[in-house]
């Protein structure tokens, strides 16, 4: 809650309007797209059915030590990793973290990603839907491993969550010329 009056303090009313708006679209076409997958939740199952539901709606967020295995398993850099498949976001604007982008986000990996893009559709970057599995799967980060889409609790456990884990200055790791206001190569501006 801390962390979320904090990002609200920053921005306008009109901001903070036009936030909410789209966080309330998201979740609705979020409930719309879980009546659409074959999800554990809704039959009662105990193992994933790899429906892409998380993957489309709740990717998994990378901790900062989780980066460079997915980096060696693909056989490039941590860099390219960043540049190709990543994009800079934040549930604060104090703290920031990296995340795997959406397919329809490619034009801003490698960037931060501007706010009213947050809730673009498209699933993990990783996620092969003809295949209906991750490409990284054996690397996957730990958000895909412990939490269940049939175990309610531990979805709403913010401790579970990968970007939980980043501290301030960890994004420095990554792009040691972070600025909250990195824009490299999205033409849009911030809310």
């Known amino acids: 809650m801390q962390e979320h009056r904090s990002f609200m303090s920053n921005l ?25 997958h074959f999800m554990a939740s809704k039959f009662n199952f ?4 790899c429906c892409g539901y998380c993957c489309l709606c709740y990717p998994c967020m990378p901790r900062p030590d989780e980066i460079s295995p997915v980096a060696e398993y693909l056989n490039i ?3 390219e990793l960043i540049d ?19 397919a329809g986000q490619e034009d801003i990996t490698g960037a931060r990603i501007p706010p009213r893009r947050t ?3 498209g699933y993990c970057i990783f996620f092969d ?6 490409c990284i799967h ?5 958000d895909a491993k412990i939490i269940k889409c049939w175990d309610d609790r531990q979805s709403r456990d913010k401790k579970l969550w990968g970007m939980t884990s ?26």
């Not at 839907?129 to 991750?134: A, G």
């Not at 909250?180 to 809310?191: L, M």
């Open 46 to 49: 105990k193992k994933c059915q």
């Open 129 to 134: 839907k003809d295949k209906k599995t991750c």
């Open 119 to 121: 809730y673009d559709r």
């Open 84 to 102: 190709r498949y990543m994009v800079v976001d934040t549930a604060d604007c104090q703290t920031f973290f990296l995340r795997w982008a959406k």
């Open 138 to 142: 054996p690397v996957r980060p730990d």
């Open 166 to 191: 980043w501290k301030q200055t960890d994004i420095y790791r990554f792009i040691p010329d972070f600025s909250p206001n990195y824009f490299k190569k999205s033409k849009e501006k911030p809310i």
């Open 77 to 79: 850099s941590v860099k």
């Open 12 to 36: 306008s009313s009109s901001d903070i309007s036009n936030y909410r708006a789209l966080t309330a679209e998201y979740e609705s076409y979020c409930r719309e797209q879980a009546g659409k």
